[in-house]
């Protein structure tokens, strides 16, 4: 019978009296087996689904189902973090280890902890990373739903809503002297937005530096909270700007005044601080 478990290349494993084999090479009429475990045991089975054992495994090789019930379930953990990108790594282990504690909680002291197992399972979410782009033409004309989200953080959206909570801005750009086809990107929360509409200060700066490719510039709008020395100042917009002239701002900034609009109905002629970013 078919295994739930797979080796570390994915190849699915079969279990006959206790003993997990894997597919060796098939021919038209009949499939080679040998023992995963101890590579010596071996078996066929013919078109007819006869299986006949031609060499026995050496002591030891018979499955341990506690054991496997854990590898099984460090796999699907693996699976978990290919299918959610969303999720932490270790979030993805912890539930599938609270799976297996609600369905076989003996197997859960075969299973590694998530400190011994991180490098592996950290490994399947960066092979499952999209490439980072190097220029606009390498950027998704959409981004990926799971990294519009801001996981973690309060938002006014219901649950099923499909509006994104994070990235709020995203257009296409086109400087005066370059045809090239550029995009700006804005990331702000709805609860965000409306702190920093209602904000009567409001702090701007640019970088450069940690500015990722192929933008130019990070633009932060930020706001301040607290009084006296506990005063702080907390972000909350982030303009991804491909360049640092008058037009790439004001654009950027009408493309924010409409989005504010559309998805908040906010009023561009309702926010007080419209003339002063236009100014600066």
Known sequence: EPSELKTTRGT????????????????EHVTYYE?????????NEDQHGHVVVTKPC???CEVNILEQNARIALQNSK????NHPERSVKRCFEDMRMKLIETSLDSVEYLPSFESASSSLKRVRSNNKPKI???FATLPDVIPECYQLAFGTRTMLSEDSAMPTFLYLDVEYIAPDDPTTKRIL????????LKLCSS???FIDGTFKTCPVPFYQVFVFSTMIGTGDECR?????????????EHCYTSALNALLESLQIKQHINRETIAWTQILKTA
């Open 12 to 27: 699915p494993l079969f279990v006959y009296k206790g003993i997990n084999y894997r597919v060796q090479r098939r021919t």
């Open 58 to 60: 050496i002591e030891g």
């Open 186 to 193: 804005g990331f702000m929360t709805f609860e965000f937005a």
């Open 200 to 202: 009567t200060h409001i």
């Open 233 to 245: 100042l907390i972000p909350r917009l982030y303009l991804l700007l491909p360049g640092k002239s």
């Open 35 to 43: 023992c995963y475990k101890c590579k010596k045991g071996k078996a």
């Open 133 to 135: 782009p190097v220029d």
């Open 79 to 82: 699976q978990l973090i290919k």
